[in-house]
C-alpha cells in the first residue's frame, strides 16, 4: 500500500491537473460563445439569400453556369478542416479518419498526382504530410481566425480551378456544430454545386416571388450563384471553429470531472490509510504498556 505522503503527492498532482482543465474549460466555453455568435449573426443572410434562389428556381428558367456542370472526375480537389491544437477530444482523429477514407476512395482510381489536398488547421496539415501528399497552402491561420474575406479567396480559387476543367470535383470534410455536446463528421460536395436541394416547396416560392429582375432571372442566378458558393466555404469554417471549441469545452468537462473523482478516491484511501497508522500506533503503545 502506498505512503500517506505518496497519497497527499497524488492528491495535490490531480488538484494541479483539475485547476488547469477547469481553465482550459472555461476558455473554451468563452470562444464557443463567440464562434456561436458569428453563426447566428451569418445566418439571416444565408437563408435571405438561400431564399432568393429557391424562389427564382421555382420560375423554371434555364440556368446556365460553369459551377453547375457535372462530368466525369479525373482529378479531385478536397478541403478539410481541423483543429491547430490537440486536447478536444475525437475532433482531429474523426476528421483524419474520414479524410483517409476519402483518400483511399480517390487514389485507387485517380492517382495521388490528380488529388488536390488544403488542408485548414495544423492537425490535418501534419497528417496529410505525414501520408506522403504534398499540400496545396497552408491555412492553419484560418483554423484559429475565421475570416469570411480569405474563406472567399480560397472559394473563389476553386471556382476557378473547376470552371477551367482543373479539377472536375470539390469536397468538403468537416464537422457541423449542431450543440456543445454533438458534432457532426460532413463530407460533402462543393463543386459542383447542386441547386436540386434548393428546388424545394416550389408552390410556396412561386407565391413569394415579387421581383423586378434586370435584364433577366437566368443571368441573375448565374450572377448569385458565386456568392452562394463562397458563403458555403465560409460557413464549413465557422461551423468547423465552432465543434473544436464546443469538443475541447466538454473533453475538459469530462477531464475535470474524473479528476474530481479521483480526488475523491485518493481522499479515501488517504483517510483510510491514516487511520489504520493511527491504529496501529495504539496497538502498539497498548502492547508496550502491558509488558
Given amino acids: 500500500m502506498a505512503s500517506l505522503k505518496e497519497i497527499k503527492s497524488r492528491i495535490n498532482s490531480v488538484k494541479s491537473t483539475r485547476q488547469i482543465t477547469s481553465a482550459m474549460k472555461m476558455v473554451a466555453s468563452a470562444k464557443l460563445h463567440k464562434a456561436q455568435g458569428a453563426i447566428e449573426n451569418m445566418l439571416p443572410y444565408q437563408s435571405k439569400l438561400n431564399a432568393i434562389l429557391t424562389n427564382f428556381l421555382s420560375t423554371d428558367s434555364t440556368i446556365e453556369s460553369p459551377y453547375i456542370v457535372s462530368r466525369p472526375v479525373n482529378r479531385v480537389a478536397i478541403v478539410v478542416f481541423s483543429s491547430n491544437s490537440s486536447l478536444c477530444g475525437a475532433f482531429n482523429a474523426n476528421i483524419i479518419k474520414q479524410f483517409t477514407q476519402v483518400i483511399d476512395k480517390y487514389s485507387s482510381t485517380l492517382g495521388r498526382e490528380n488529388i488536390l489536398i488544403y488542408p485548414i488547421g495544423k492537425k490535418i496539415e501534419v497528417s496529410v504530410k505525414k501520408m506522403g501528399y504534398t499540400t496545396r497552402g497552408s491555412f492553419q491561420h484560418l483554423a484559429n481566425k475565421p475570416s469570411y474575406q480569405e474563406a472567399s479567396e480560397l472559394g473563389v480559387q ?132 502491558m509488558k
Fill in 158 to 289: 476553386l471556382m476557378d480551378l473547376f470552371a477551367s476543367q482543373e479539377v472536375d470535383k470539390v469536397e468538403l470534410i468537416y464537422h457541423h456544430f449542431k450543440s456543445v455536446g454533438s458534432q457532426t463528421l460532413m463530407c460533402e460536395d462543393y463543386l459542383p454545386i447542386d441547386l436540386t436541394g434548393h428546388k424545394v416547396d416550389v408552390e410556396k416560392s412561386k407565391r413569394n416571388i415579387d421581383y423586378i429582375v434586370e435584364p433577366s432571372a437566368p443571368e441573375f442566378i448565374t450572377s448569385l450563384l458565386p456568392q452562394v458558393i463562397t458563403l458555403k466555404m465560409y460557413t464549413a469554417l465557422i461551423d468547423s471553429n465552432a465543434s473544436e471549441h464546443a469538443a475541447r469545452t466538454m473533453a475538459m468537462q469530462i477531464a475535470t470531472d474524473n479528476a474530481n473523482e479521483l480526488i475523491q478516491d485518493l481522499t479515501k484511501q488517504y483517510n483510510k490509510s491514516r487511520q489504520q497508522a493511527i491504529t496501529n500506533e495504539l496497538l502498539d503503545i497498548i502492547g508496550g504498556s
